[in-house]
């Protein structure tokens, strides 16, 4: 098996990619949204603090990654922070993904939308409230998606069963 | 899905409502392409408001995937998108194989190029006969299905399915395919790139399905962009991006092809680079032939991958390994990964958590499509009502995959 380069931590990512253009504009723009940081796997993951992920979105927007690929959640029930975001964003001119990672405390956390960026989030965050129960400030329309509107529960979670009674 | 509720419980559009007449399109409605629901808000006979309302075939396979180990998952994959399983096989195999740092060999790599390829001309046959037909050209869909067929023959001889293959397998092939299966590629694309001829003999110069299409459903490069379309509706609109180009998967960049594009971003533009994307798999599939490699289809990792029948009853280390591999499944190191592909119908995207288990943490799919019907009230708005079924057509939703 080939070996895993890894870059782990905020200062390692900072040290190993000074000139990638997603971590310059981050650290431009306020270094203190930043709250962690991995390059693994070829893929570079981003933990940006909760309040800041609209107006991080925005920033590495204007540095070229122009296309909202997917957001979805992952519930580390019973672990805190609870549930993570992440969103992909892809840039056509550097042909590269990054990974924007929100960590959020309690059991039905908030933040805000970032339809105002990229209206393709629309129904991605629709889908995470649905299956998560994570609302999102700002949004246009947030109503369940996939399930039926008199659905009681998040079926995604991790304390909800995958068969039986619930 | 929304049972119980007004019909229109969303924001309200600009101006008196009085005059609008709301119109549900579906659930079933043979231009949907499945159980798609449409509300539309028109005046008279123009679309003022439209919104996709879905949900209505979601089984929960993400649910599923976390129950199961990480080959148990494949299967699941099929089912996500029944016009293109292989591009759902190979799109969750290498997230998978991401995570665990496992080596494909080259010939497996490249029957993955042929068969994803196979799999985008299945894809683009059952688009074009159906699209074809929702706008009254009903020739189209026998030809279409005839080649379709060849395809799907193609499909049972290499996994013993039709539909839902399963083929690919994390570490390479389900099976070596067998002896004639190369020819018999060879003789189909051989005479394949007449019959694309043939449909657009029939249709480019046809009058009526130029006038039902030209024009229809403008979506522009930005709006493109803005509304995460991907694919050939993407390229349609003047985008010059296909990961098998820009980021390449299992071994794409060794091949030579074009990726069509087009500036126009409508309907007409969307079925002009279709039919181009399909000689250009043509062209794929005849230098996968041409240069298939010999070697093993599997990765040399006896742990994650199942040993072949006569090794597993002749050694014991085999057998231990199958049994252990079926009944414990295998560990996969923690982490995260995305694994991104060009499926037939724009960028589909596997998102997998592992916790160092042998089941999957997290398994989410992004699938071209869900996004894509994000765009149709930009495409629709303003025009008449007939042009939904148009432009529903132009960007080849699969329910299965969007409602998963």
């Known amino acids: 098996m080939a070996e895993i380069n890894a870059l782990v931590g905020k200062a390692a990512v900072l040290d190993g990619l000074p000139e990638h253009p997603a971590v310059k504009a981050i650290q431009a723009w306020n270094p203190e949204a930043l709250v962690d940081a991995k390059f693994d796997r070829d893929e570079l993951t981003l933990t940006i603090a909760a309040e800041e992920i609209r107006a ?29 975001l992440s969103y992909h964003i892809l840039s056509h001119a ?28 629309n129904f991605y965050e629709r889908e995470v409230f649905d299956l998560f129960g994570i609302r999102f400030g700002g949004h246009p329309n947030l109503r369940r998606i996939l399930m039926p509107d008199d659905w009681v529960g998040h079926p995604l979670r991790k304390d909800y069963p995958v068969e039986g009674y619930r | 899905m929304n049972s119980g509720t007004p019909i229109l419980d969303v924001p309200a559009a600009e101006g008196s409502r009085d005059q609008h007449m709301v119109l549900n399109m579906g659930p079933q409605h043979p231009a949907t392409h499945g159980v798609l629901r449409l509300v539309l808000e028109i005046d008279g006979e123009i679309i003022v408001r439209l919104y996709p309302e879905i949900g209505y075939l979601h089984t929960g396979i993400e649910k599923t995937c976390e129950a199961k180990f990480y080959q148990q998952v494949v299967p699941l994959t099929d089912r996500i998108d029944y016009l293109s399983p292989m591009a759902n096989n190979l799109c969750y195999c290498l997230a998978v194989e991401k995570l665990l740092a496992l080596e494909i060999p080259g010939k497996a790599q490249w029957i993955r190029v042929l068969l994803s390829e196979l799999t985008r001309l299945n894809s683009h046959l059952v688009w074009l006969g159906t699209h074809a037909m929702d706008i009254g050209a009903l020739t189209v869909f026998l030809y279409t299905f005839r080649e379709r067929e060849d395809i799907l023959r193609l499909f049972e001889a290499v996994s013993g399915q039709r539909m839902m293959t399963s083929y690919f397998r994390i570490g390479g092939l389900a099976l070596e395919p067998p002896l004639d299966f190369f020819h018999r590629v060879e003789t189909f694309i051989h005479s394949f790139p007449e019959k694309i001829d043939e449909y657009s003999n029939l249709l480019t110069g046809n009058p009526i399905f130029k006038n039902r299409l030209k024009g229809v459903g403008y979506l522009s490069a930005a709006d493109a962009i803005a509304l995460g379309v991907t694919g050939p509706p993407m390229r349609a609109s003047g985008v010059d991006f296909d990961l098998r180009r820009d980021m390449p998967y299992s071994g794409y960049e060794k091949f030579q092809f074009r990726v069509p594009v087009s500036s126009d971003g409508d309907c007409w533009a969307r079925y002009l680079v279709r039919l181009e994307e399909m000689r250009e798999s043509v062209r794929i599939i005849q230098q996968a032939l041409d240069g298939m490699p010999e070697g093993p289809i599997k990765a040399d990792a006896p742990r994650i991958v199942l040993p072949d029948r006569e090794k597993m009853k002749t050694q014991m280390e085999a057998l231990i390994h199958h049994f252990k591999i079926v009944t414990e499944g295998f560990a996969v190191p923690a982490g995260e990964v995305y694994q991104g592909i060009e499926s037939p119908r724009g960028q589909m995207g596997y998102y997998v958590v592992s916790d160092g288990t042998a089941k999957p943490y997290r398994v989410h799919m992004r699938n071209p499509t869900f996004a894509t019907l994000q765009a149709l009230e930009t495409m629709c708005k303003g025009r008449m009502l007939a042009d939904v079924v148009a432009v529903v057509g132009s960007i080849d939703i699969v329910l299965g995959e969007i409602d998963r």
Do not use: C, H, M
């Not at chain 1, 070229?64 to 609870?82: I, M």
């Not at chain 1, 042909?95 to 989030?121: C, F, H, N, Q, Y």
């Open chain 1, 56 to 84: 991080a979105a925005a920033t590495v927007q204007a540095v070229g990654y122009n296309f909202f690929v997917d957001l979805t959640a992952v519930d580390w029930f019973p672990s805190s922070p609870r549930f993570q």
């Open chain 1, 94 to 121: 550097y042909k590269e993904r990054i990974r924007l990672r929100v960590l959020l405390e309690g059991e039905s956390p908030s933040l805000e939308s970032i339809t105002p960026v990229w209206p393709a989030a």
